[in-house]
């Protein structure tokens, strides 16, 4: 910049009260960068009437765990040349509509990066661990930037190896949605809360049905991990009340047809549609409610939501339910983050996407209220399996 | 250049006019955040991208566009405190669900209350801030650990807060607060521990980056 536009910009800036001059001749920031940061980090609210249960006291307190990762610091990595950077994407799977939507969000987010990202390439290990630890290996010998890494179920810590090579040769690694076992084997973990979405739905759900009533529940796969975390996360909520019995429980795969034969069999054992189904997605609340639609059964409230479908259904139906979306978007948040450490800033060991509640208008309840309704977060012109917490990059491009 | 610097004027009055409209988080779409601004279209897109770039505007999940981190971090570095970046979010969000309550960053010199970032509060009790988010605390403000206080805008009748300074400096307080509708009484006390914890949080996590930069 020349001499003479500088001290014009200065002057500019000096008179609206962005720097402020010092008697030694040295400007500092002025007022109105101090004020500068007044706004909103999240949407502002609907304005949703009190809906079911809403006069119930409710005794469940909306305790919300905060994980000390949070607040921990990431070994901070130098900076590693000025880029622009190449990424490599070490993805568990792409095997469901949820997983496709975690690719699909990533790739947005490179595309809005592109001055910063050079390239990017994304390997799927369909599930096996062995042959996620030779792509990561293949990451290293090809020398991306840094490594994205959504880790497959590694029982035998087959993956160690591999990352231990990643820290060897300088590479950061960010866990994304699935983090591995050893937690020296990345920098940076980007996920959501599995515990809100358990707890939460689960508070949605007692004080829908005031705290009394017969309540099924089907988590979603057996062997994972954030199943299990909501799982019991939102036991813990249901134990707090005496009169809710928890009548039965199947996993159901995170598939329409799991959550179908779930119902199904329950059903068949009861015999009577119990007062309120708890499914920690809709990726099988879907199944859930066609199930009962398939009996002619009156349709409880449902909680899941994740996939178009399940809002679709459960509207066009009007059955009361909760949703909170396990946030596809953190595809795209961790090449932000990515980015981030290769510039050398100092994260945090764990960052979270926020988890919005929705809700169809109505169905609040005292302690859950809705971030966005329902109505206005179901689209009408996409397909069942669209998933719609992926962010920007369902806009023209569904996830199909 | 244009005369006595008009030029450069201009040119913060559109950054000023893109700012504002991220700051109230109306704008979903480039072109709605073009349309508002009143930019000529080109200049105005290219001077959105060229901010998105520098990060003084982010987008949020669902594509609104919202002030960027390197702008809250200028705002935090004004006032002399070290920015807590990622961290603000989630805290802020914490101590609004748990709070029910709006829930707020603010700068505190004497006894003027400047909000930074909040998150707004659900259901039916919360309240908005006001438009330029500077209040006038009635009492003076003692830096204890948690303390109740009646502010007040220029623009609106006094509100009830609950305060909690976070760090201090020569020039002010960095606090956490929310402001306080009527609640029960039972959950008075709950919502004085979170802001504590919430604080104490922050606390820690603004010591660090403290502690950081200085190495």
Known sequence: MGRST???????????????????????????????????????????????????????????????????LADPTPARSLGPWRLGFANASSSNPWRKALLNSAEHAVRVLDRQICGFQSRDAGDDPLTQASQIDAFVQENVDAILLSATPDPD????????????????????????????????????SDELIGKFSAIWLAETLQGQGRVWLQPGLDQASPARRRLTAAKMVFARFPGLN?????????????????????????????????????????????????????????????????????????????????????????????????????LPRRVEVPVPAILPRGTETRSIKADILAEHYVRWDLPDDTVLSQGLSLRGRPAR | MGQNGQTYHKAIDRMEALLNIARALSADTPYQLVKASGIPPSTAYRQTAAMEDSRMLARDMQGRFMLGPECLALCFSAW???DP??????????????????????????????LGPYS???????????????????????????????????DSASVPVLL??????????????????SSPVAEQDKITDVLRDAAQRLRTSVNFQKEHEAR
């Not at chain 2, 707004?120 to 500077?134: L, Y």
Request: aromatic share 10%.
């Open chain 1, 246 to 346: 928890i009548e039965g429980e199947r996993f159901s795969g995170w598939t329409e047809d799991g959550g179908f034969q779930a119902t199904q069999d329950l059903m068949l054992q009861h015999g009577q549609a119990p007062d309120g189904v708890w499914c920690d997605s809709g990726l099988q609340g879907v199944g859930s409610i066609r199930a009962f639609q398939a009996l002619s059964e009156r349709i409880p409230p449902h909680t899941g939501g994740d996939i178009n479908g399940m809002f679709r259904t459960a509207l066009k139906l009007k059955v009361p339910f909760c949703a909170f979306d396990y946030p596809a978007a953190m595809g795209a948040r961790a090449v932000e983050v990515a980015v981030e450490v290769l510039k050398g800033a100092t």
């Open chain 1, 157 to 192: 810590n087959v993956l160690a190896g591999s990352l231990m090579r990643c820290q060897e040769q300088g590479i950061p690694v960010i866990a994304v949605d699935r983090r591995p076992n050893d937690r020296s084997g990345y920098a940076v973990f980007v996920t959501a």
């Open chain 2, 120 to 154: 707004i509060g659900r259901g039916k009790r919360f309240a908005h801030p006001a438009a330029a988010g500077r209040y006038a605390l009635q009492t003076r403000f003692k830096g204890q650990t948690a303390g109740r206080y009646m502010a007040r805008a220029a």
């Open chain 2, 85 to 114: 970046g990622f961290i603000m979010g989630p805290l802020l969000r914490f101590a609004r669900i748990q709070t029910r309550q709006t829930a707020f960053v603010g700068f505190l010199r004497q006894n003027t209350l400047q």
């Open chain 1, 6 to 72: 500088g001290f014009a910009l200065l002057k500019a800036l000096g008179e609206r009260g962005y720097v402020t001059k010092q008697g030694d001749g040295c400007y500092r920031l002025g007022e109105t960068v101090r004020n500068m940061a007044f706004s909103s980090t999240e949407a502002a609210p609907q304005q949703v009437s009190f809906g079911l249960g809403s006069k119930q006291a409710g005794q469940a307190l909306a305790d919300m765990e905060l994980s000390a990762e949070l607040f921990e």
């Open chain 2, 80 to 82: 002399g405190f070290p």
């Open chain 2, 164 to 181: 909690c300074p976070v760090v201090q400096n020569n020039k002010a307080f960095l606090t956490l607060g929310v402001f306080r509708q």
